[in-house]
């Protein structure tokens, strides 16, 4: 309003003026005075008051900033300016005079502005995990930080060589992504309370700090005056904390960054609290948060010799915020004051107390048994689904059984505790870096321990293993058995009578009489001839037949009875046949083989090879066949090598 006034400027009573960057018959630019911003509903501008003023004089931002100045009274170099993160804006500071620690703020404070705007996925995300955005000091990455309006190349450069832009993936020019896009964002201060970093946590899943270090603290250092500390082992868990009022004013809670994440600056912040009576380790309730506490509480006690080292025993497979997820705030109020101070006069080992542990993991310390951990796997028609005492774990479409060098699944897991948290991805459990990756990320999404995701997947995997094996086991018995079956299998008396059928010196007469006694009655000579041509299958130069006659006439009973005198493994009955399924031919499957081709309509594509085959008992061609992993061509050169002896019908039309 001090800026409007200076220009004679007075918004009306709906606090709108007529614009002064163009024609502006009614009034069409609307004033915001709780936020000290303009937007102009008919040319499209907005800003702060420092745009205003630049627009107006139509000088530079240095020079509006300094005109604003000078319209608050103030005389100091402007490089002299302490930013103040929940005021400033990212046009308050020219290009040419901006520190790290004043582009972090900037950046942080559009942050900050963006999840006031309540981003749906963002406060879900919030909700889920109960903490209070309004509360604490939290941001939110759109992905716009390098699409304000007014962004300059300048600024994007700074953002860039800050690392809160990085180039295009694909190199395309003038193009940039944020670093913490889609992410939770954390600002992480000095000594002095400026911002030195950033901590980004995904929505969906992982942690992200600029360039990749570890700076600064979160929430910040602690005050002078602090007498007791809380150590965390996140940020998350840092944040859970500071929305309880009644634990603030008790103690300060700076976060480590995770159970290895304690710091030069975790220990310089400590050392300079004169006044600290005691530091309390919460981390948490599985083993990498109490093999964490005992590697740090010696490392405190050596760092501050006369300050107590006490920690609290968090439930089993719970962390600070899961446990405000599933309790009222009170439950920190008691864990805190049951916390238990380390003994190092007798140095005793670290342990925790039994009444703290779920049913089955209690279990599992007494009886030296992972109870909670042990699946069942239950088969379905369409899944498979392994539960344990914490998740359920369906694999949709099975496995394959054919296999045994992978096990890729499809899987999702999801907490019995919470259906709301689930967790699919596609992994083959026989690779270490795809099942470590879900392991990981399954436990981030989940937010339970990594230890729960670990034993579940490993039995998971077990199960699978031993089901894929009597599957196997299964169809082995299975073809075995039908082999059994169509295999014929005579006695000695059998063979006997079979040896001297054959020496007969009228076996011709008596195979035309067993055929007349089968019912082929009036295809005696017809049947007999077409059986010893099929005999001819283990020949050299097999003999071939075709079977002729009017629609009607008994051709299929012929071909029918004739073929049920063979063995059945000698003889391959087909419908329909294509050409490149004769010179695809598996080895020896058509060798001293009868290949009965019902009619000839179902083989006419494939002629020319069947006469090659007949004429000369192989079949040769070059073919081209493709790469499936890298796309390349390369010819092929097919040769098939067979004795058989076709047999098929045509009509007399035919």
């Not at 900050?112 to 000091?137: C, D, F, M, Q, V």
């Not at 970093?197 to 942690?207: D, F, K």
């Not at 002629?607 to 992993?629: C, D, G, W, Y």
């Amino acid at each position: 309003m001090q800026v409007l006034s200076h220009y004679g400027l007075k918004p009306g009573h709906t606090n709108h003026i007529k614009c002064p960057f163009h024609e502006d018959d009614k009034p069409s630019c609307c004033i915001y005075p709780e936020t000290n911003t303009f937007h102009c509903f008919g040319c499209g501008a907005n800003g702060d008051q420092v745009e205003f003023i630049e627009k107006y004089e139509k000088c530079s931002k240095h020079e509006a900033i300094l005109k604003a100045k000078k319209l608050c009274g103030v005389t100091e170099p402007i490089n002299n300016k302490k930013l103040n993160p929940k005021t400033t804006t990212i046009k308050d500071v020219p290009t040419e005079v901006m520190t790290k620690a004043e582009i972090l703020t900037q950046a942080f404070t559009h942050f900050a502005r963006s999840l006031n705007s309540r981003p749906k996925k963002a406060i879900e995300y919030l909700e889920s995990r109960k903490l209070n955005y309004k509360a604490l000091t939290i941001g939110y990455d759109a992905g716009t930080l390098h699409k304000v309006n007014g962004t300059t190349e300048e600024q994007k450069r700074q953002y860039l060589q800050a690392g809160l832009l990085k180039p295009d993936k694909f190199g395309r020019e003038n193009s940039y992504y944020t670093r913490f896009n889609n992410c939770l964002v954390f600002p992480l201060l000095d000594k002095t309370g400026n911002i030195t970093s950033l901590y980004g946590r995904h929505l969906e899943s992982g942690h992200h700090y600029l360039e990749g270090d570890h700076k600064g603290l979160y929430p910040g250092y602690p005050k002078a005056e602090t007498t007791r500390l809380i150590l965390t082992e996140s940020i998350i868990d840092a944040a859970t904390l500071q929305q309880i009022t009644s634990i603030t004013k008790r103690f300060s809670i700076p976060a480590l960054y995770g159970t290895n994440g304690f710091t030069d600056e975790h220990r310089e912040a400590i050392k300079a609290l004169k006044h600290l009576k005691e530091i309390i380790l919460f981390f948490d309730g599985d083993d990498p948060g109490r093999k964490a506490v005992i590697k740090l509480k010696g490392e405190l006690k050596e760092l501050m010799p006369g300050v107590s080292i006490s920690y609290i025993e968090t439930p089993e497979d719970e962390d600070i915020n899961s446990l405000l997820q599933g309790h009222e705030s009170d439950i920190f109020n008691h864990l805190i004051g049951n916390r238990k101070p380390f003994d190092f006069a007798q140095d005793k080992p670290f342990s925790f107390s039994i009444e703290t542990l779920s049913f089955e993991k209690r279990k599992e310390v007494q009886t030296g048994h992972a109870l909670s951990q042990q699946g069942q796997l239950k088969i379905h028609a369409d899944y498979l689904q392994y539960e344990t005492g914490h998740l359920t774990i369906t694999l949709w479409g099975g496995i394959e059984i054919h296999t045994v060098n992978r096990l890729r699944t499809t899987l999702h897991i999801q907490l019995k505790s919470n259906e709301y948290l689930s967790f699919r991805d596609t992994a083959d459990l026989y690779s270490h870096s795809q099942t470590d990756r879900l392991i990981k990320q399954a436990a981030e999404k989940l937010e339970i321990s990594t230890t729960i995701v670990n034993g579940a997947i490993t039995g998971l995997t077990k199960e699978l293993e031993a089901y894929r094996q009597g599957k196997r086991e299964e169809k082995r018995k299975s073809e075995e058995a039908k082999e059994k079956q169509t295999k014929d299998i005579f006695s000695r008396e059998q063979m006997q009578k079979a040896s001297d059928f054959m020496q007969s010196s009228n076996l011709t007469q008596h195979t035309h009489e067993l055929f007349n006694n089968m019912g082929l009655i009036g295809q005696q000579d017809n049947a007999t001839l077409l059986f010893f041509i099929f005999l001819t299958r283990f020949f050299k130069n097999p003999l071939h037949a075709i079977v002729m006659g009017s629609t009607g006439s008994g051709k299929t009973h012929l071909l029918q009875g004739v073929a049920g005198t063979v063995p059945k493994q000698h003889i391959n009955v087909t419908t329909s046949l294509s050409e490149n399924t004769l010179y695809y031919t598996p080895k020896d499957f058509l060798k001293n083989k009868i290949l009965l081709q019902e009619d000839l309509d179902g083989a006419y594509n494939a002629l020319l090879p069947l006469r090659e085959l007949m004429s000369n008992q192989e079949i040769s061609r070059f073919s081209t066949k493709t790469n499936s992993r890298t796309g390349d061509s390369k010819q092929v050169y097919l040769h098939v090598v067979e004795l058989l002896t076709l047999s098929r019908q045509i009509s007399k039309a035919e």
